[in-house]
């Protein structure tokens, strides 16, 4: 091919600057036509981040308590007296992936703070007999006092949840004083601890638990579970869940209810996200608006230049070369608003997830997914003014005299 | 001698029955330096568009170092023109916001000049033009003479085959064409390959080829005595 007619390549390099000097020479137009996409890109990347920061908040929350925490409940009503299998318990810890196993049982009996109250009011109070790893398994804490000790003492003990020592009128239990006492059926006990809230569990923070040979030996319980909690991997849980009605039930699976104490805690999220489709509706229809403003600008700028556009064709710019220039100037605004915008955004819900005491978290793929937005709507925003570019007569510049 | 352009009998029609150039025809060969002269209206802008292949004339042939302009694509087209002409354009047309140095850059852009050595050429053309010392002045902080110089190192800084000038003085005053002419003169006398559109009788008898266009047709084509 003869050298002189070769057409010109341009390095990506001059491209780009190319498509900016429209941008560093009218700075204001460029900022303001910006503005458009920048509004959008910064709703878009609120509405993405903050429920993301709400939802790790849920998450650590979940991650603190335990989603890993199955809870096994007699599937009938709990005043009909169904007590799971005895060996229950036993065959539950045999299942590989559980790590630890628990249960409670209720003993159907009423607590009163003394002889002087309604023996028929319970204050809404379950008697709990409870096996001694119960702590662990829940991993909860002791509020105040310690918990059952197997070595019973003169008199048996008892451990209230957090809503049972308050209903009983017992703050804490004092260290260097003898420990309250309260009436369980026809006998005597002493108040040795008090446990901390169990968000997880929540029917524990209103028993009265006492030991499980205790419970045997003076309230006449019969040694079966009514519920049995048990933690697994976490990566085993829902194989875990599928095997326990038939282990813990053999005889009768269908009468066992399995359940994710944690699942309750991500039914709060559902009404979030609902929330959050308004708002990218929104953020999409901003970005819409701003799309038109760089396309408008853009129309305006080709309009403005048509004798720049004449003297770089009359400099040997090709058709093409004239249309990739106002198409980078495009994507360059766009990409511009997209920049303010994903910056805006960020600060957005950095403020507020730090106001609300969340932990700010910014997706990068809401990120990433707002810039490819951006980038798209310069490209298409740019498609119709390049084209009217490249299509003006290469006179121009000898014609605007 | 070379022959760089050669216009064979181009007309251009323009809709509405306006004939601009009527069967034209005009030769220019290195090293020559041509006026172009003529009323208002009578064709000159539209013949040096045609020899600058901006535009492509109605029925005729316009041949550019060899090439027949009618058979190139617009890629190739605008590669040749970037490659053999220069232009320069009564109202400079300097892009705002570039310095002197980048807008006499934009020259060697679309040649296919490597970024690298842009600068040096463009900084080389300046001080051919006299205004080494206003490198990285802002149009807007030119004179007209000083914008048009600028103007002119961007159309001499690839050493184009053939510099076109419309009018390159229209917007200058007496004493800053004066200086604009001279350095046409200067260029001229290193050898370049000037065709230049003047509407000053005064300026037209300076050169040594004069052609007078008139109502789209050459009426006349003199090669005289340089009167300097
Ligand atoms: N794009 C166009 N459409 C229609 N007519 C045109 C067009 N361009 C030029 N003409 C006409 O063609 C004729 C020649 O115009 P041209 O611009 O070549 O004149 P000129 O000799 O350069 O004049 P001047 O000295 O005023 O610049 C004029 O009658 C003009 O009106
Ligand atoms: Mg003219």
Request: hydrophobic share 45%; charged share 20%.
């Amino acid at each position: 091919m003869n050298d002189d007619v070769k057409p010109v390549r341009l390095a990506l390099p001059d491209v780009l600057s190319l498509g900016t000097i429209g941008l560093r020479t009218r700075r204001m137009r460029a900022v303001l036509s910006a503005l458009g996409i920048a509004v959008g890109i910064a709703t878009m990347v609120a509405v993405t981040a903050i429920p993301e920061s709400n939802e790790r908040a849920l998450m650590n929350e979940l991650a603190a308590l335990g989603p890993n925490l199955l809870q096994v409940n007699a599937a009938d009503n709990p005043e009909q007296d169904f007590g799971l299998p005895a060996e229950s318990v036993d065959m539950v810890s045999r299942i590989g992936p559980v790590t630890s196993v628990t249960a409670v049982a209720n003993t159907h009996t009423v607590v009163r703070r003394s002889d002087l109250t309604d023996p028929r009011d319970g204050s809404g109070l379950a008697v709990l007999a409870s096996r001694p790893d119960l702590l662990e398994t829940l991993e909860s804490t002791m509020y105040s006092g310690h918990f059952l000790d197997r070595a019973g003492g003169a008199v048996p003990t008892v451990v209230l949840g957090s809503v049972a020592a308050s209903r009983l009128g017992i703050p804490s239990v004092p260290s260097d004083a003898p420990p309250p006492q309260i009436l369980i059926g026809k006998s005597w006990f002493a108040v040795v601890g008090i446990l901390a809230t169990t968000p997880l569990s929540p029917e524990i923070d209103r028993s009265v638990l006492v030991g499980w040979e205790a419970a045997q030996t003076s309230l006449g319980f019969d040694g079966r579970p009514t519920v049995i909690y048990l933690r697994a991997r976490e990566s085993a849980i829902e194989s875990v869940r599928a095997v326990l009605p038939a282990t813990v039930h053999p005889q009768e699976p269908s009468r066992v209810r399995v359940t994710l104490p944690s699942d309750a805690l991500f039914a709060k999220r559902a009404t979030e996200q609902t929330f959050s489709v308004l708002f990218v509706g929104l953020a999409m229809v901003a970005l819409l608006v701003g799309g038109i403003g760089v396309a408008n600008t853009m129309v305006i700028s080709v309009l403005e230049r048509r004798s720049e556009i004449g003297l770089r064709r009359a400099l040997g710019a090709n058709r093409g070369q004239i249309r990739i220039q106002f198409l980078t100037e495009s994507v360059a605004l766009s990409a511009l608003g997209g920049g303010a915008g994903t910056a805006i955004g960020v600060a957005g819900t950095a403020v507020y997830a730090i106001a609300n005491d969340l932990p700010v978290v910014v997706p990068a793929l809401a990120v990433a997914g707002s810039l490819g937005g951006a980038l798209v709507v310069g490209v298409i925003a740019g498609v119709y003014p390049s084209i009217r570019a490249a299509r003006l007569q290469p006179t121009v510049a000898l014609a605007s005299a | 001698m070379t022959r760089v352009l050669s216009v064979r009998d181009a007309s251009k029609h323009y809709p509405g029955g306006v004939t601009a150039l009527d069967r034209v025809s005009l030769d220019i060969d290195a090293g020559e330096l041509v006026a172009i002269v003529g009323p208002s209206g009578s064709g000159k802008s539209t013949l040096l568009s045609i020899m600058g292949t901006l535009d492509r004339p109605t029925s005729g042939t316009v041949e550019l170092a060899g090439h027949d302009v009618a058979a190139l694509s617009d890629r190739r087209l605008s590669a040749l023109r970037g490659r053999w002409l220069g232009f320069v354009f009564q109202q400079f047309h300097l892009t705002d916001g570039l310095s002197a140095v980048e807008n006499v850059s934009t020259g060697l852009l679309y040649a296919g000049v490597p970024r690298r050595e842009r600068r040096a050429k463009a900084v080389a053309a300046l001080e051919r033009v006299g205004l080494g010392h206003r490198i990285t002045h802002l149009p807007h902080q030119l004179s007209g003479g000083e914008k048009q110089r600028v103007a002119i190192a961007r159309a001499i800084v690839n050493e184009p085959a053939l510099l076109l000038a419309d009018e390159p003085t229209g917007a200058l005053d007496t004493a800053n064409g004066r200086a604009v002419l001279d350095l046409f003169h200067r260029l001229h006398a290193e050898g370049s390959t000037i065709a230049l559109i003047t509407h000053d009788r005064d300026i037209a008898a300076q050169l040594p080829r004069k052609v007078e266009v008139r109502d789209g047709k050459i009426v006349s084509d003199r090669t005289g005595v340089q009167v300097r």
